[in-house]
């Protein structure tokens, strides 16, 4: 899978404008950034146009720092040989700071980016906007990024965003607009949320980060809280089998059957739990369930449990540890009161992992789950898609701040992390993933052929089977997000959700493989 290797944390816009900020107080100067950000995006474009002499670039430059990258990006390219033009939204001279310097760096001429034309181009350098953009693109600069886009569908030539296709909200991921559609993304010191959130992450091409001289430790003072879901973000927190543990060491996971016409889902879900490293799974089935569930089972036990009091005392056993519920259960009444007692107060820190059907059946009460949540001793991690997200937080319906800023599906997990006081895994090709204390990962890239039928079900076993091992909650369901897309990934084409559980065990051969 072409995860990263990116730097773990992600910033917003606001975030990196510190980071310059932090660095060029420390007396680092601005253009002296922009000088090194602007040969990361010359070498970006050797890279395409492996022949330099003669190939033609058309470097389009925005008002602010990120043309200011446009005009020294454009110098250093001049001297390499290749044949550049420059077109600006705005005159060179009416710019201000460093984006004016930079652009006296340019002594060739400036053309106006709204008639330029892309005869013979070879390569475009998109410079015109980065991470300042404040607001939706409209009159002729959308024009332009529209032409620029049609350009690029009609030639295959390629285009290089300087640090984010011009359009996409660097916080949000969404498109301002219009979007420029880039082949590659070349961004500084840390990607920003909006590389990896769609649909902007759609627009980016491929993703690679430079170092321009911005120093780590101004992370320090900006303390990030969002993170790309790669090992290096909770690879410390995995929990490995040692040599004189026993199986009750990793815990002892119990998933809930659906009725007799419903038992698949949770068996998907069980064998993953134990794939994902539970020592021990429970099937707990209804009565009526037990003679479909038993000939499809093997290292996964089964036992009878009716009902709330059947789970009751099931749940007697101190080490069962974990519950998860949900696939197959089955919309309804029956299925609350089963939530509610797995999230029953106990003694003990039991972890219970909702999903589907047992979300789904609070759609009209999200109240009382969240009580029920407040109320449990233990972590609870809910792994809602968007049908069972918009369902459950339908409160939230705005889709714009006051300053009419797009609100990222980062943003609405966070939200409903802190709302209803679980970690909110929110499925989809850019899982996101949020705790209520307002930690956050995204998902760099997961395979298309992971929308198939149960494989939610085989995610929901996952996070069972890292939390009965007694992962750190958040580091878990992180984790479980990874291993899912990595066993996709290692399968490839022609996926179904059976195949996810069999590649696990290549996930966890690469987790092992990686120091801590
Ligand atoms: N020294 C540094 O800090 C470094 C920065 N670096 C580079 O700088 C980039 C950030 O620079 P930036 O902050 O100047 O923002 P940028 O994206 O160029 O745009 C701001 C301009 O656009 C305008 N504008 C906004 N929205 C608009 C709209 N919808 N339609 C029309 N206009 C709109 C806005 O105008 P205003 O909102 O003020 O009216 C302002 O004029 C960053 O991505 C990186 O590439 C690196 O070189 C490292 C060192
Ligand atoms: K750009």
């Given at each position: ?10 910033l917003?816009?606001?975030?990196m404008?510190r980071a310059d900020r932090l660095t060029i107080?420390s007396?680092v100067?601005?253009?002296a950034l922009?000088?090194k950000a ?150 500084f010191f840390r ?19 430079a170092h321009i001289g911005i120093r780590s430790n101004v992370l320090?003072?900006i ?294």
């Amino acid at each position: 899978m072409p995860l990263g290797p990116y730097p773990p944390e992600l910033l917003t816009t606001a975030q990196m404008a510190r980071a310059d900020r932090l660095t060029i107080e420390s007396g680092v100067a601005g253009m002296a950034l922009m000088e090194k950000a602007a040969a990361a995006i010359a070498a970006a474009a050797t890279a395409f146009l492996v022949k330099t002499a003669g190939r033609r670039v058309l470097v389009l430059c925005g008002p602010g720092n990120n043309g200011g990258d446009g005009y020294v990006a454009a110098r250093i390219l001049r001297s390499q040989r290749f044949k550049v033009r420059v077109a600006a939204l705005t005159p060179p001279d009416t710019l201000h700071g460093d984006a004016r310097l930079a652009a006296t760096s340019w002594d060739g001429r400036v053309e106006d980016a709204a008639t330029c034309d892309f005869k013979g181009v070879d390569l475009v350098i998109d410079a015109l906007f980065g991470t300042g953009l404040a607001r939706d693109l409209d009159g002729p600069t959308a024009e332009l990024i529209l032409r620029l886009n049609a350009w690029r569908e009609e030639t295959k030539q390629k285009i290089i965003a300087i640090d984010i296709p011009s359009g996409v909200d660097g916080t949000s991921g969404a498109i301002r607009g219009v979007a420029v559609q880039a082949d590659s993304t070349v961004t500084f010191f840390r990607l920003k949320c909006g590389h990896l959130l769609l649909p902007g992450r759609l627009r980016c091409g491929t993703i690679s980060c430079a170092h321009i001289g911005i120093r780590s430790n101004v992370l320090e003072k900006i303390q990030p809280q969002t993170f790309v879901n790669e090992p290096a973000a909770w690879r410390d927190a995995l929990r490995l089998p040692s040599v004189e543990g026993h199986k009750y060491a990793r815990g002892h996971a119990v998933v809930i059957s659906g009725g007799a016409s419903h038992t698949g889902a949770a068996r998907l879900s069980a064998l993953a739990a134990l794939r994902g490293g539970a020592g021990l799974v429970t099937l707990a089935t209804p009565q009526e369930a037990f003679a479909v569930n038993a000939p499809a089972l093997t290292a996964v036990m089964l036992r009878v449990a009716d009902g709330p009091a059947g789970l009751s005392a099931l749940l007697e056993d101190k080490r069962k540890n974990v519950v998860a519920l949900g696939p197959g259960l089955g919309v309804g009444e029956a299925s609350c009161a089963l939530v509610e007692t797995a999230l029953a107060p106990s003694p003990e820190r039991r972890a219970v992992v909702l999903d589907a059907d047992a979300l789904t059946s609070f759609a009209l009460a999200p109240d009382r789950l969240r009580e029920a949540i407040r109320a449990a001793p233990g972590p609870v991690v809910l792994t809602p898609h968007g049908g069972e997200f918009a369902r459950l937080f339908h409160g939230q319906r705005w889709e714009r701040t006051i300053s009419g800023a797009p609100i990222s599906k980062l943003e609405r997990t966070r939200d409903a992390a802190r709302d209803i006081g679980a970690i909110v895994i929110f499925k989809g090709p850019d899982t996101v993933v949020a705790a209520p204390d307002g930690r956050a990962s995204i998902l760099a890239e997961a395979s298309p052929w992971l929308a198939t039928a149960g494989s939610g079900d085989v995610l929901t076993g996952i996070v069972a089977g890292l939390l009965a091992q007694g992962m750190e909650p958040f580091a878990a369901a992180s984790c479980a997000v990874w291993m899912h897309a990595a066993a996709a990934d290692d399968f490839g084409a022609g996926l179904i959700a059976d195949d996810i559980i069999d590649r696990l065990p290549a996930a966890w051969r690469r987790l092992v493989s990686i120091q801590p």
